[in-house]
Structures are given as structure tokens and as C-alpha cells.
């Protein structure tokens, strides 16, 4: 046995052999080797680490590609829009998804907790959003099926952990792993535009753990780097700062508006919104009541809603007569005539 094997190594090493799953013991052992004193008392122990890590690494490689589990990490979307919470190691997104809905995902202070992904749901005014929990991603590893459900979902959300001082480091981490698939994040670069394949995926930016010193700090810089490319919001999942904000936020990254229909010489309905992507006109609000009377809508009239982001929503006044084509906002209610 070396010498001045560190504590940290031994940690690492103790979090190899307890290890359950391939992806947890590749984790351990690429800390292992991270750690591990460079001299020539470790020269032979360091090969062993690396040819056990490559074994590992070919085992998952070749576990996946005879494919099969893939189905069971893809989540079915329930609820007006799915975002993911991505990130690197022990960011907090289990803590996350536990402090926003009511699931309740494994939660611990060792890397790799979280294994397959887990969706809750959120509710936010008088809609239910579906975040969904993921195994955590490194600069030089991520689950190949989580681009898979990345893609499916509508936004994402990069959760990263404001204790530490690698905060740009963690976002650079997801953004590449999602580069190298073609999902981009944040403000354009200037070599996404030779990426013909590439999908763009609303994002935001959870600085997390703001309840620890120097994280308020940590996310001023964090901001500063990430001005006019991706929002930083700080939260807290253990006290509960910053949460609303958030929620408001996630709302806001989905891109729908609430809108609410209601019968001539009734009371509107104000219980269940439908729910459309921004930019939807009166026309394809009728076509989701249904199809025949997107057929045979004559005219529409308008009045603002509860939640409007103006008093009287985007009628000019209650009850405005509107075309087919006019824009709906958050909150609308609207009277369908054929
Ligand atoms: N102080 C503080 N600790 C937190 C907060 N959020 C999470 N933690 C702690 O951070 C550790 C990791 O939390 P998890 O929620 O398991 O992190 P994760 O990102 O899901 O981790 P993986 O599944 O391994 O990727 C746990 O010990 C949590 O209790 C927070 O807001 N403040
Ligand atoms: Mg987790």
C-alpha cells in the first residue's frame, strides 16, 4: 500500500466499495484518480484505477447499447409543460424537485445519489408543471438517454451548487455535454451557427444553496458572467428562499399563456385554463375547444383575467369584439361565437 494516500482519497475510495451501480463506482473511481497523489509510490496503483475505470466504462457503454432500459427513463409529460433539472453532482436538484412538488426523491450528500429520473409536479397558480429529476452529469459523463429526455422536454433548468466556487464551471459542464447533442442553451455562439442539427432549449439558471456563506456573492459574479445569456435566480431548497420566484420563472421559461372561456350570458368558467403556447391567436383557442367550431368561429369578444398582465388582459376594454386572428395573453377570457 502507497504512502500519503489523502483523506480525500480514502473518502473516494470508501464511496468505490460501497458503491451499487456501474455509473456510481465510474463516478468514485474517476474522484479516486483525480485525487490521488502524483509520485512515484502510486505510479502502479494509479494504472490499476485506470484500467478498472476504462473496464467499468466499456461495461455501461456496452450495457446501453443493447438498449432495452432506455424506455424507462423517459418520462410521460403530464401537466401544462415538462422541465428538467439538470446538473452536475450534489447541486441539489433532488433537493430541488422535493422542495417544489410532492415527490419525494433520494436525497444525500454524496455524488450520484439520484440514478433515473423522477418527475413531480408543481403547481403554479391554476397550473400543474412537471419537473423532472435527473442523474447528475461531469464535464466527461452523462447518461446517453438523459439528451433523449432533454429533448423532449420544454425547458430546462440548471441547477448548480453555490457553495462551491466552480459555479461557471458546473453551467459550462451541462452546456457542453448538451452542445456535444446539439442542444444549445443561453445566447447563441458564433459556432452554433454551423450547427445544423442544433436545437435550441429554453433555459434558466438555479443557483442553489444560498443559505450557505458566500453564496449570495458567489451568485452576483455568477450573474455578472451569465449577463444577457441565461437568468440566474438563487434559491434555497432547504429554507425555502427564493422559491416563488422561481416558480414564477419556470412558468415564464414554458412560453404559455392561461386563458379561460366562457358561454354567452354566463359567468365565465375561471376554474380550468386552457393552456396555449405564447402567441396563440382566438382561432387556435377554437380549435382546442373544438375543431367544429374552429370551423365555424364567426367572431370572439374579450375580457381581461385574474391573473392578466394588464387589468383588463388584451381586450381594450370588457368585452371587445376581436378577430380570429387576435393575440391571446395570460389570463384572457373569451367568448366564442359561431
Ligand atoms: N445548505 C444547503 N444544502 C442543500 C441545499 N440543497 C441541497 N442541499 C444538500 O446538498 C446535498 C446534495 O443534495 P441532493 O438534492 O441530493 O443533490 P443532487 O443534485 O440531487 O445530487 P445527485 O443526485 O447526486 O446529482 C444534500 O446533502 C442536501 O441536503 C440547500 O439549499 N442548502
Ligand atoms: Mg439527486
Given at each position: 500500500?502507497?504512502a500519503?494516500?489523502?483523506?480525500?482519497?480514502?473518502?473516494?475510495?470508501?464511496?468505490?466499495?460501497e458503491?451499487?451501480?456501474?455509473?456510481?463506482?465510474?463516478?468514485a473511481?474517476?474522484?479516486m484518480?483525480?485525487?490521488?497523489?502524483?509520485h512515484?509510490?502510486?505510479d502502479h496503483?494509479r494504472?490499476?484505477?485506470?484500467?478498472?475505470?476504462?473496464r467499468?466504462?466499456?461495461?455501461?457503454?456496452?450495457?446501453?447499447?443493447?438498449?432495452?432500459?432506455?424506455?424507462l427513463?423517459?418520462i410521460e409529460?403530464?401537466?401544462?409543460?415538462?422541465?428538467?433539472l439538470?446538473g452536475t453532482?450534489?447541486?441539489g436538484?433532488?433537493?430541488?424537485?422535493?422542495?417544489?412538488?410532492?415527490?419525494?426523491?433520494?436525497?444525500?450528500?454524496?455524488?450520484?445519489?439520484?440514478?433515473?429520473?423522477?418527475?413531480?409536479?408543481?403547481?403554479?397558480?391554476?397550473?400543474?408543471?412537471?419537473?423532472?429529476?435527473?442523474?447528475?452529469?461531469?464535464?466527461?459523463?452523462?447518461?446517453?438517454?438523459?439528451?433523449?429526455?432533454?429533448?423532449?422536454?420544454?425547458?430546462?433548468?440548471?441547477?448548480?451548487?453555490?457553495?462551491?466556487d466552480?459555479?461557471?464551471?458546473?453551467v459550462?459542464?451541462?452546456?457542453?455535454q448538451?452542445?456535444?447533442r446539439?442542444?444549445?442553451?443561453?445566447?447563441?455562439?458564433?459556432r452554433?451557427?454551423?450547427?445544423?442539427h442544433a436545437?435550441?432549449?429554453?433555459?434558466?439558471?438555479?443557483?442553489?444553496?444560498?443559505?450557505?456563506?458566500?453564496?449570495p456573492?458567489?451568485?452576483?459574479?455568477?450573474?455578472?458572467?451569465?449577463?444577457?445569456?441565461?437568468?440566474v435566480?438563487?434559491?434555497s431548497?432547504?429554507?425555502?428562499?427564493?422559491?416563488?420566484r422561481?416558480r414564477?420563472?419556470l412558468f415564464?421559461?414554458?412560453?404559455l399563456?392561461?386563458?379561460?372561456?366562457?358561454?354567452?350570458?354566463?359567468?365565465?368558467?375561471?376554474?380550468?385554463?386552457?393552456?396555449?403556447?405564447?402567441?396563440?391567436?382566438?382561432?387556435?383557442?377554437?380549435?382546442?375547444v373544438?375543431?367544429d367550431?374552429?370551423r365555424?368561429?364567426?367572431?370572439?369578444?374579450?375580457?381581461g383575467?385574474?391573473?392578466?398582465p394588464?387589468?383588463?388582459?388584451?381586450?381594450?376594454?370588457?368585452g371587445?369584439?376581436?378577430?380570429r386572428?387576435?393575440?391571446?395573453?395570460?389570463?384572457?377570457?373569451i367568448?366564442?361565437?359561431?
Open positions: 500500500m502507497p500519503n494516500l489523502t483523506p480525500d482519497y480514502l473518502a473516494a475510495e470508501r464511496r468505490f466499495r458503491a451499487t451501480t456501474t455509473a456510481q463506482k465510474v463516478a473511481l474517476q474522484e484518480l483525480a485525487v490521488i497523489p502524483k512515484k509510490g502510486t496503483l494504472g490499476d484505477l485506470k484500467r478498472r475505470l476504462a467499468l466504462r466499456q461495461e455501461l457503454q456496452q450495457r446501453r447499447s443493447h438498449g432495452g432500459r432506455e424506455a427513463f423517459l409529460r403530464h401537466g401544462a409543460g415538462q422541465i428538467a439538470l453532482p450534489s447541486s436538484k433532488s433537493s430541488l424537485l422535493a422542495a417544489l412538488t410532492n415527490a419525494q426523491p433520494q436525497i444525500a450528500d454524496y455524488p450520484f445519489t439520484t440514478q433515473h429520473p423522477q418527475p413531480g409536479m408543481m403547481p403554479y397558480k391554476d397550473v400543474q408543471i412537471q419537473l423532472v429529476d435527473t442523474p447528475p452529469l461531469t464535464a466527461d459523463f452523462m447518461e446517453p438517454w438523459l439528451a433523449d429526455l432533454t429533448r423532449r422536454a420544454d425547458a430546462v433548468a440548471i441547477v448548480v451548487d453555490l457553495a462551491t466552480d459555479a461557471l464551471e458546473q459550462q459542464a451541462v452546456r457542453e448538451l452542445a456535444r446539439h442542444l444549445l442553451v443561453g445566447r447563441p455562439a458564433a452554433d451557427a454551423q450547427d445544423e436545437t435550441r432549449c429554453p433555459a434558466l439558471i438555479v443557483g442553489n444553496k444560498m443559505d450557505l456563506p458566500g453564496a456573492d458567489r451568485l452576483a459574479v455568477l450573474r455578472d458572467l451569465l449577463a444577457g445569456d441565461l437568468t435566480l438563487g434559491v431548497s432547504l429554507t425555502g428562499e427564493g422559491l416563488e422561481l414564477t420563472a415564464d421559461l414554458l412560453g399563456v392561461r386563458v379561460y372561456t366562457k358561454v354567452p350570458g354566463r359567468k365565465p368558467d375561471l376554474d380550468t385554463p386552457y393552456i396555449l403556447s405564447a402567441g396563440s391567436t382566438v382561432l387556435d383557442l377554437a380549435g382546442l373544438h375543431k367550431l374552429q365555424q368561429l364567426k367572431s370572439a369578444r374579450i375580457w383575467g385574474p391573473d392578466s394588464s387589468p383588463a388582459g388584451s381586450a381594450k376594454y370588457p371587445q369584439a376581436v378577430e386572428d387576435h393575440i391571446l395573453a395570460d389570463g384572457d377570457v367568448e366564442l361565437h359561431r
